[in-house]
């Protein structure tokens, strides 16, 4: 049970989505149309192994799709995303540079609320633990609890920033059904019901977003046969460090940066 409370708590501190909040926002490239990225650390690119954008604890990597799409579009980009970011850590502390000179919003942030890594860390503990009141009560926050913040969250991102163009991008699904990761026992039955728990966050995401008016990019299609125990996967399975499990890798970030590049365009 060690191994597996070593894995909680890293899980808990940066895991599925998630490690610490900061409070400010990565620096701004110099040239081009204005983007700020908003988001948790499937925006700021833990996963990748690789966070040498700042110094700031957000995690914030240059292989993140905001960077790579910031490159190849010529973009000023406010690198605003942070690990461990919940809708209200946006809201409170990701929204600074949004003005009506603001060209290009991209938000992605949900899975937090949910528990999404707490889930996990549940399903991933050895026979006799099961994860399905987990998975339940993270199915209830998403269906009740979660479209509520987050139309508070896009109205005003749509005040601050009347002029932008601003889309909405989604989560994969983290699973394919195999048990490769000897250390993190997730059944085939615990992974379809979280991959079923993926699809009805990218659902409610997407029908707020579209509420709003916003885009929405559905990657679920696009990681499809690249999920953990895939070969090739996008998505790291049970890492060293922990911190790094379930999170897009280098390839996952280029894979969303090719989605999300459409959105940023025109």
């Known amino acids: 049970m060690a191994r597996f409370a070593r894995l909680a708590k890293a899980l808990l501190a940066g895991g ?48 993140a799709y905001p960077v790579l799409d910031s490159q190849r579009l010529e973009l000023s980009l406010t690198f605003a995303a942070c690990s461990g970011a919940r809708v209200p850590d946006v809201l409170n502390n990701q929204l600074g540079s949004l003005s009506s000179g603001t060209r290009y919003v991209t938000v992605m942030v949900g899975g937090n609320d949910a528990g999404f890594s707490s889930v996990i860390t549940q399903c991933a503990k050895p026979w006799p633990y099961t994860c399905w009141g987990d998975i339940d009560n993270a199915q209830n926050y998403i269906r009740n609890t979660l479209p509520g913040s987050l139309d508070g969250l896009y109205s005003k991102i749509r005040s ?13 699904r983290i699973f394919n059904g195999q048990q490769c990761n000897a250390g993190a026992r997730i059944s085939p039955d615990e992974q379809s019901r979280l991959n079923e728990t993926s699809d009805l966050l990218a ?24 999920a953990v125990c895939d070969n090739p996967e996008w998505i790291n399975g049970l890492s060293n460090p922990v911190t790094e499990s379930y999170h897009p890798n280098t390839s996952g970030q280029a894979a969303y940066a090719n989605l999300v590049q459409g959105s940023l365009q025109g």
């Open 16 to 63: 599925v989505a998630l490690a610490c909040i900061g409070l400010g926002s990565g620096p701004a490239h110099a040239a081009g149309p204005a983007y700020t990225a908003l988001g948790d650390s499937y925006t700021s690119g833990v996963g990748t192994r690789s966070y040498t954008y700042d110094n700031s604890s957000c995690k914030r990597s240059n292989y």
């Open 160 to 172: 601050l920033a009347p002029n932008a163009k601003v889309t909405v991008v989604g989560y994969p």
């Open 203 to 226: 659902t409610t995401i997407g029908g707020r977003a579209s509420a709003h008016g916003f885009g929405f990019v559905d990657v679920r299609s696009a990681f499809t046969g690249h």
